[in-house]
């Protein structure tokens, strides 16, 4: 069934577990989730960024949503829209039948250039006055997403703030996490913590201190009744990483937040961890190799129910890592 994010996070914060929010733009991603979540009979959260919007259309991402919810009805799903850059979007998202949107007003309507905490408050709080009065529930952002080493936002072409960021932007300030919920009423809210969108989050491998978790304590301290949210939580798998190079790709050495860390973000007040680029790296893994290995052959489904195995694979461990399992 279609439930809103409040419901889900709130049975999530009450039972102590995480939910991986993956972003979806084509069916084998969407079927890839929903298998996983059925093998470990977890809860799903389904989420559609602009760019998933601009490249499957909106009708075609609500329909597989629905679609997952029609062949799977005994697993709640969460139908999110990822990053909307004002609250016009919002309320297209809301009309459509999303059951939650996420208003990220820590950057402008280019999705690039930061704004001032009095732009992001009023964006925030038209947003969630619309989209409460539907049942709709509402995600906020506060802070500038961006890797702790790098100060750099990731992706050149996604959502995040152009150029090198000051380490102060960097992480979310408690006080103001509180005085900014107080005054949107979000339901959850994404915090800066260390992490970034896209594959190249840190050029060296992890040594148990990627994301900054005291802030996290800080942050959950202040607003223990705001979920927390968790973006750019790729963790960057390396033996993807390898397949890719091996059979034709040049991915260069990169790194991202490894499992562990994010698990005892949980601990903390993680409740929606946001995964986009592990899918992406371990379908293109799976598409080099097999057609590397298979040269004769040109049947699309053949590859791509490969790319669905391994991006199930990735859901699997990311549902059981969480404690997302058990809990549909
Ligand atoms: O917000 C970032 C997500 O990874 C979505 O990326 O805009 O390329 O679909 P996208
Ligand atoms: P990754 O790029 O780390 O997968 O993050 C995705 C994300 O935060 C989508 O909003
Ligand atoms: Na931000
Ligand atoms: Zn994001």
């Known amino acids: 069934a279609l439930v809103s994010m409040r419901q889900l996070l709130d049975h999530a914060a009450e039972y102590g577990y995480g939910v991986p929010a993956f972003n979806v733009n084509n069916l084998e991603q969407v079927r890839a989730i929903m298998e996983a979540a ?162 190249y989050k840190f050029t060296r491998p992890p040594t148990g201190d990627t994301l900054s978790i005291q802030r996290i304590k800080e942050i959950h301290a202040r607003i223990p009744d705001t979920h927390l949210v968790m973006h750019g939580s790729s963790s960057v798998p390396q033996e993807w990483l390898a397949v890719i190079n091996e059979f034709g790709g040049a991915i260069p050495e990169t790194y991202g937040v490894p499992v562990e860390e994010i698990v005892e973000g949980i601990k903390h007040g993680v409740r929606k961890v946001n995964i986009d680029t592990d899918l992406r790296l371990a379908s293109t893994g799976a598409v080099r190799r097999f057609l590397a290995e298979n040269p004769a052959e040109f049947d699309p489904r053949k590859y791509l129910k490969l790319t669905t195995q391994a991006m199930k694979d990735v859901c699997v461990a990311r549902y059981e890592a969480f404690g997302t399992a058990g809990n549909a």
Not at 75 to 99: E, K, N, W, Y
Not at 142 to 151: A, I, K, R, V, Y
Request: negative net charge; aromatic residues 4%.
């Open 38 to 199: 059925d093998a470990t009979d977890s809860p799903v959260i389904l989420q559609a960024s602009a760019g998933a919007r601009k490249y499957a259309g909106a009708p075609f991402l609500r329909h597989l949503i629905l679609a997952a919810v029609e062949e799977f009805p005994h697993i709640p799903v969460v139908m999110h829209q990822d990053h909307g850059t004002s609250p016009a979007v919002c309320q297209r998202s809301i009309q459509l039948g999303f059951s939650s949107v996420m208003m990220d007003g820590s950057l402008g309507e280019d999705g690039k250039t930061p704004t001032d905490y009095d732009y992001n408050v009023d964006v925030t709080r038209r947003t969630v006055e619309m989209a409460h009065a539907c049942g709709v529930s509402v995600e906020g952002e506060l802070g500038c997403l961006g890797s702790l080493e790098t100060g750099m936002a990731g992706e050149e072409d996604g959502i995040g703030a152009e150029g090198k960021l000051d380490q102060d932007q960097l992480l979310t300030d408690p006080e103001e996490a509180a005085e900014f919920v107080k005054a949107t009423q979000v339901d959850a809210l994404a915090i800066a913590i260390g992490t970034s969108h896209g594959a």
